[in-house]
Structure formats: C-alpha cells, structure tokens
C-alpha cells in the first residue's frame, strides 16, 4: 500500500478504471474492426475552415491579443448568441443569461453533479444511461435508482420513499431522450411528458443530455424536453429543464465545448462551479467555434447525417441477414448506436475477448452502461467509424462467431 493510500477522499473508491476500457486498449492492433468508441468520424471535421478561423483570429493583433488571454466564465458572448438562435430551432426561447459555455457537455454533467448530489442523495437515470454520466456523478457519492420512461416509471413516492430509505432526496431525473447513449432509442411524445410530470411532483430538475439530438436520419423530430417545459410552465426561468448541448457530434470534439441552457437561476449557479474548476474554457477555441457554427454548422449536420444514415442502414441489414435467431437489436432513427441483445446466457465481455481474438471485431459489453449489476448479455455497437464494406464484413464474422 502507498503512502497515498490513507489520504485519498472516500469517493476515489467510486472512480475505477473499467476492465473494459482495458479490454479496448487492444483496439490499437492492426486488422481490428472497432464498433467500440461512440465518437465522430474524423474524416467529417472541418479541417481547413478550422485552419482558416485559427488564422484569421490569430492573424489580427486585437483579436489575438484577446483570445491569448483569461476570459468571462459565462463564455465568449457572440458563441452563446449563436446557441441562443440554436436553442431557438430547438423550441426554446432564451437569452444569452440562460447559458454557460462548458468544455464539453461532460463537464457540464460534472457541474450538474456537484451543484446538486450530496452523498447518499438519488439520481434517477435509465438503465442502461450514458457511461460518463455515470462516472460524472459518482464522485458525488450518489445513490441511483431506475427511470423507466417507456415502461412505467414508479411513483413519485416510491421514489422518495427509497431516496429517503437510502439516506437522501432524489435530486433530478437524467436522460439522453434522443437517439440515446447506449441504446440508440428515443423517448415517445408520452415518456417525454409522463417525466415532465414525475419531475414536477418530486420538485427535481430534469437534465436533458442532448448529444446527439442534431443526428436525426428519419422520421418525425420529437420536442426537446425542455420546450415541453417551457410550453407548460411560460418561460425559461420558471422550468426545471437543465439541457446539456454540445458541439462534439457535429462540428468537432477537439475544441471541446459544449453547453448549459437553463433558468438564469441555475446558470448564476453554474457559473460560479465554471469559474472555481478552470476559470473559463479557452477563448480561443471558443471564438474559432463562433467562426465554425456560423460557417458551416448546417452543412456538418448534413454530411454527418447522410454518412451515419448510410452505415446504420448497411449494419441493420447486416445483422438481420448474418445474425443467428435468438439476438435481438433496436433499429435507431439516428445517433451513432445500437443496442444488441443476446441470448440469455451469453456473456458480452466474455464474447468482446473472443471476438477480438478470433472475429477481430470489438464492441462495447453493455453491462458497462448499467448503475446495477444488470445487462450481461448487451452489447452496444457503434455504426460512427468503419466504412459501410466493412460493417458488412465485420458484423458476418461477429455473427458466425454466435452461432457457432
Ligand atoms: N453525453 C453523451 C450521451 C455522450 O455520448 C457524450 C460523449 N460520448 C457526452 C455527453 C460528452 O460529450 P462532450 O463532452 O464531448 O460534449
């Protein structure tokens, strides 16, 4: 034991390194197929315009001289009057005030945890839900329990008699309501409104983690739940609807930003968190997203859908051709996922190691995604990274490898 050991705080037993984030380090040898990793496929990023707005900030001294240096923890106002126009598009009426500019939406879920769980308190997620929401909150010591938009969610008194029962409130409802992280699912019209209620009834926040609400490939949009809100209770200010916004899925990660949009009430709160964790995210990059989003947003969404259609389409008709009876999976209108589900029995990780090994095929095991010990025989399969020949190819040897 190293001297370190007594020092740590009793959250770092909550912050493991997952076995199967060691399994995927393996990823790195040559030949192997990868449906793991749930992120954008580079040949999508706007390279040269990202090139050119570097060099035209950089290129000006006053502008230069501006990005190069410490800047409002709010975020560079003329990104957050773009979000606000965006938010617009998303049915959300809104001013600059109801922003704060994160690195990433990831930290935007780790301000949320922080302003909101105290240890013991219950954060009411999906299972399976997004795994870095997951790892986001625990550090907060919280407690979980199941939400269940589509299959009946229990009683608001259910869920504060077992909050309490677990020595703390429930503290807000989070949800991927979009094409979600893992599953590739999206709440009905109905779950949409039914956790509106349930959120109201137990007075908690619902935080919406919109990451890949932009990648709809088909069918009708559904409403953000933040604009349900609004409609019900007038404006902005007056909902209970944290939305989590990123620009990681369509423009690129590797500025790594994202957004809060919520009450100024909240926000005031969150910028306070933003401004003790790094003071504010690089002007420079924010001001390089301003140039971005006004340039060529509309037409990333659009090449990012039209390529991500086309290999959901080629991997759906993949699996229903090559996959044995008995495995089931969800037929996504969007987003970079889908979820597969085994025959009982069948163990995801076991089969990662397998499939690695003899189909040169990897994925992520879906018991991963689940705040309980549930979900061995899931896996999640993204569609993001090989070409459409490959997933054909790579999904025929996964599928020989569970028949046999
Ligand atoms: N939410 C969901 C559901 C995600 O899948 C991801 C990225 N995988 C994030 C949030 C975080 O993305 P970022 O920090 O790049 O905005």
């Not at 109801?98 to 945890?113: P, R």
């Not at 105290?118 to 929401?133: I, N």
Request: contains cysteine.
């Amino acid at each position: 034991m190293s001297f370190y050991e007594p020092a740590y705080a009793g959250r770092v037993d909550r912050m493991k390194a997952s076995e199967i984030r060691e399994l995927l380090k393996l990823l790195e040898q040559p030949g192997i197929t990868s449906f793991a990793g749930g992120i954008p496929d580079p040949k999508l990023f706007p390279i040269a315009e990202t090139q050119a707005a570097y060099a035209e900030v950089l290129g000006n001294v006053t502008l230069g001289s501006q990005a190069l240096q410490y800047s409002v923890s709010e975020g560079y106002l003329p990104l957050r009057q773009w979000i606000v126009s965006h938010m617009m598009t998303r049915g959300v009426p809104c001013t600059v005030d109801n922003i704060v500019i994160t690195s990433g939406s990831q930290q935007g879920l780790e301000f949320l945890g922080r302003l909101l769980l105290s240890p013991k308190d219950t954060a009411l997620v999906e299972m399976p839900t997004y795994l870095g929401a997951l790892q986001a909150f625990s550090a907060f010591e919280p407690h979980y329990d199941e939400l269940r938009p589509e299959g009946g969610n229990h009683t608001p008194e259910a869920y504060a008699a077992s909050a309490a029962a677990a020595g703390g409130r429930v503290k807000f409802a989070y949800v991927v309501p979009d094409f979600a992280n893992p599953t590739g699912l999206t709440l009905s019209r109905a779950a949409r409104e039914n956790l509106l209620t349930l959120a109201r009834e137990l007075e908690v926040p619902v935080l919406e983690d919109s990451a890949y609400a932009a990648l709809r490939f088909e069918g009708t949009p559904m409403p953000s739940l933040q604009s349900l809100d609004i409609r019900c209770m007038g404006s902005i200010d007056a909902s209970r609807v944290v939305y989590c916004g990123t620009f990681s899925k369509t423009v690129t990660p590797g500025l790594r930003l994202g957004w809060l949009c919520a009450s100024r009430e909240i926000i005031r709160r969150l910028v306070l968190v933003k401004q003790a964790t790094d003071l504010n995210s690089p002007l420079l990059n924010q001001m390089v997203m301003h140039r971005l989003v006004e340039d060529v947003y509309d037409r990333q969404v659009e090449k990012a859908i039209a390529q991500y259609r086309g290999r959901r389409d080629v991997m759906l008709r993949a699996l229903e051709t090559y996959m044995p009876t008995g495995v089931t999976w969800t037929r996504p209108e969007g987003g970079l996922f889908i979820w597969v589900t085994l025959p009982d029995g069948t163990d995801g990780a076991a089969l990662l190691e397998r499939a690695i090994a003899e189909a040169k095929v990897a994925f992520v095991p879906g018991a991963a995604f689940f705040a309980s010990q549930r979900g061995r025989n899931t896996i999640r399969l993204s569609f993001s990274l090989p070409d459409e020949e490959e997933i054909t190819t790579a999904i025929q040897r996964l599928s020989h490898l569970l028949a046999h």
